[in-house]
């Protein structure tokens, strides 16, 4: 039996989060007023100490960790990356409420409609699924007690969609950027199981 402490932060504020458009695979730069905001949430925020540190590779994820853990090195996941919205990328709800495809996957309550070019919600929560049992064994193989994962909100908020509560979607889960969680897990036979959960 073993804990592992991780703290699961959004990246900061970009143009296309300012803008309420769909950004995914797009590999945007924190905004000036993103870059503001996260050195204004630093003040607030004591960002604790870790172990290790982690990004999903997106320079948003890259310029957020520089911000609140300036000269920290880490280490990139990219299989953490956000949501692929394919031709839906970087456009916003009133830009696309009468295309018939997007209609059609804002509507599938069984994830399995596609972004045309993109990812369906069955492929993404897969793929952080995959990805976040890997990394947790990571954390657990090289005797990591505690570790900070700078990623983005979709993958957030499907992590714990899909191992804390799945009575909530992944957009309730969601932090604001440069926020997150501090999750307490315990390994017991081969298991995970999330303990404790707190907002940061």
Same mark, same amino acid.
């Given at each position: ?7 699961? !932060? ?11 458009? #769909? ?41 957020? !960790? ?36 997007? !209609? ?35 954390? #657990? ?39 997150? #969680? ?9 298991? #995970?199981?999330?303990?404790? !959960?707190?907002?940061?």
């Amino acid at each position: 039996m073993k804990k592992l402490i991780l703290y699961l !932060i959004r990246h900061g504020r970009t143009e296309a989060n300012e803008k309420h458009l #769909y950004c995914g695979k797009s590999d945007l730069h924190l905004s000036e007023n993103g870059i503001k905001e996260l050195e204004d949430i630093k003040k607030q925020i004591n960002y604790p100490e870790c172990n290790k540190y982690f990004t999903s590779g997106a320079k948003r994820a890259n310029e957020t !960790i520089s911000i609140l853990y300036p000269e920290k090195q880490y280490d990139e996941i990219n299989e953490f990356w956000e949501y692929d919205f394919g031709d839906f990328e970087l456009k916003s709800y009133d830009m696309l409420k009468e295309n018939k495809d997007y !209609i059609s996957w804002i509507t599938d309550n069984e994830g399995q409609v596609l972004c045309p070019n993109g990812e369906s919600k069955f492929q993404y929560r897969k793929r952080i699924k995959k990805a976040f049992i890997a990394f947790l064994e990571q954390c #657990y193989k090289e005797n990591i007690n505690s570790a900070a994962l700078i990623s983005h909100g979709g993958t957030i908020g499907t992590i714990l969609e899909v191992f804390y509560d799945n009575s909530k979607s992944f957009y309730e889960h969601q932090p604001s950027c440069g926020r997150g #969680y501090k999750i307490t897990l315990e390994k017991v036979d081969d298991k #995970y199981k999330f303990i404790n !959960i707190d907002s940061i």
